[in-house]
T-cell receptor, first 113, second 111 residues
């Protein structure tokens, strides 16, 4: 089945630790995105990538890093510089181009120990 | 200024009624508009998209777009308890192919 796979479903971070959230898609989509969702709030864009080996910062990129070495994969690292990382993280992908739809993975809930 | 704004609700309607959700956006260059449904603890699911002024119907859902007034709405006819969720409005901004989301409207359908 085609889709977007995020792992793990739940993740716990200790203070000072970097953690990496995985996102893999087999939809052959060019563009991939990372969003953060806090309780009762909308989605805020962290990073996005239109093509392999290229990515752009979104509105809240500080404390996060990404890579796009393969079309299928767009991992997100939450660094120790992100002081308030507890949130629901959503990976999404779309075919690049105006009017194309955005599809989401199942999400990763990150909490701080 | 927020790109996309929604009334956070909560909005409560009785079963069988029409639920009306509204969204306004600030970028006049926006061309694509989407409605997502999100159940608690789950990821958003695309339920409607619209590109042109007017109405677009799909089953019990109707999306309405008015670019001159910069608003997009979602009507849910014959509302069911299973429609109880948060509905997110999203707008595709041309430059960089970015998608901006509203904060969502919480809908409760009362049996």
């Amino acid at each position: 089945d085609g889709g977007i796979t995020q792992s793990p479903k739940y993740l716990f971070r200790k203070e000072g630790q970097n953690v990496t959230l995985s996102c893999e898609q087999n939809l052959n989509h060019d563009a991939m995105y990372w969003y953060r969702q806090d309780p009762g709030q909308g989605l805020r864009l962290i990073y996005y990538s239109q093509i392999v080996n290229d990515f752009q910062k979104g509105d809240i990129a500080e404390g996060y890093s990404v890579s796009r070495e393969k079309k299928e994969s767009f991992p997100l690292t939450v660094t120790s510089a992100q002081k308030n990382p507890t949130a629901f993280y959503l990976c999404a992908s779309s075919i690049a181009g105006i009017g194309e739809k955005l599809f989401f993975g199942s999400g990763t809930q990150l909490s701080v120990l | 200024q927020k790109e996309v704004e929604q009334n956070s609700g909560p909005l409560s309607v009785p079963e069988g009624a029409i639920a009306s959700l509204n969204c306004t956006y600030s970028d006049r260059g926006s061309q694509s508009f989407f409605w997502y449904r999100q159940y608690s603890g789950k990821s958003p699911e695309l339920i409607m998209f619209i590109y042109s002024n007017g109405d677009k119907e799909d089953g019990r859902f109707t999306a309405q777009l008015n670019k001159a007034s910069q608003y997009v709405s979602l009507l849910i006819r014959d509302s069911q308890p299973s429609d109880s969720a948060t509905y997110l409005c999203a707008v595709n901004i041309n430059s960089g192919n970015q998608f901006y989301f509203g904060t969502g409207t919480s809908l409760t359908v009362i049996p």
